[in-house]
């Protein structure tokens, strides 16, 4: 993990501490299922802060002969298990809560109503402007000039997608508990605060979802990106001695780390060994995350 990703982590954990503290007070002062799903909401991105940061630790085990390539893709495996922790932590809980509410409204009770909204106010403070702005200007900076969606789907580093994710989802979630005790105090009905508890829940289980299938990808053997393949090919071909590229195949161990396993073909009378030498020092020169390089020499 990137320092920079790993400082992103570290603040969101802090503010999804005293943030969920807090919802849990607003909550249990209003009794709105929309606050106790947000709290849900803090707990389960709390866990899924201490989940990034035990990938981390675990995918910076030096490799052994049972792990002979690292562990690297821990970080991928910990990084499915904050979807896990989203879709059942949060969203089937608030989406339960929320029917019960639904369902079993009871009296309207106004109690801690202002607490609430102020509780909800700070929190979109810490989440937007602690945790959310950073991320997306790392996001931003490493995209270029790639549109959002292209750089989600070919980036490599998990804890930025997820912190991006995650701290969206809670602004999003904020809005809505807001909008669900403002309108059942101006209706007199908790209907809409139960309504608000399933959308912060259909809303949780749409982020787990999308984090799931990016890290699933990424945990049964993805490739590098596009660009990556392709400066490596380009440095394999620039080389004097190559004669052409046989197959080129690619897996991403982590975020900065890439096997890369060739078959090349050399021209004739060429020393093979010294021709791999220059190969393996090209492919670094333009992609420095290939740390597991094998050239295997083919018949032309």
Request: charge should be negative; hydrophobic fraction near 55%; proline fraction near 2%.
């Amino acid at each position: 993990m990137a320092s920079e990703s790993k400082r992103l982590i570290i603040l969101a954990l802090l503010a999804n501490i005293a943030i969920a503290i807090t919802k849990f007070i607003a909550a249990a002062f209003s009794r709105s299922a929309a606050m106790l799903a947000e709290s849900f909401h803090s707990v389960a991105d709390t866990g899924n802060q201490l989940f990034l940061l035990r990938g981390d630790a675990v995918s910076r085990y030096a490799a052994n002969t049972t792990h002979p390539f690292g562990r690297g893709k821990a970080m991928y495996f910990w990084s499915f298990m904050v979807a896990v922790v989203l879709f059942v932590g949060g969203a089937v809980l608030s989406i339960w809560n929320g029917v019960q509410r639904v369902l079993h409204p009871g009296d309207h009770e106004n109690e801690g109503l202002f607490f609430a909204l102020a509780v909800l106010a700070i929190s979109a403070v810490f989440e937007i402007g602690v945790a959310l702005v950073p991320a997306i200007r790392q996001f931003n900076s490493l995209r270029g000039t790639k549109g959002a969606w292209r750089m989600i789907r070919e980036t490599k580093d998990s804890a930025l997608i997820i912190v991006i994710f995650e701290d969206s989802a809670a602004a999003v979630g904020l809005t809505f508990a807001a909008a669900g005790l403002i309108l059942s105090e101006v209706t007199g009905s908790v209907v809409w605060d139960g309504a608000a508890s399933i959308l912060i829940g259909l809303l949780l289980a749409a982020v787990a979802f999308v984090i799931a299938r990016e890290m699933q990808s990424l945990l049964v053997g993805e490739s590098a990106s596009r660009r990556d393949r392709t400066a490596i090919r380009l440095a394999i071909l620039s080389v004097e001695e190559v004669h052409h590229v046989e197959r080129l195949l690619t897996m991403q161990l982590s975020a900065h780390e890439i096997l890369v396993t060739a078959e090349v073909a050399f021209d004739e009378g060429v020393d093979e060994v010294g021709a791999i030498e220059i190969l393996e020092s090209s492919i670094v020169n333009v992609c420095p995350d290939a740390t597991r390089i094998f050239i295997e020499p083919v018949r032309r």
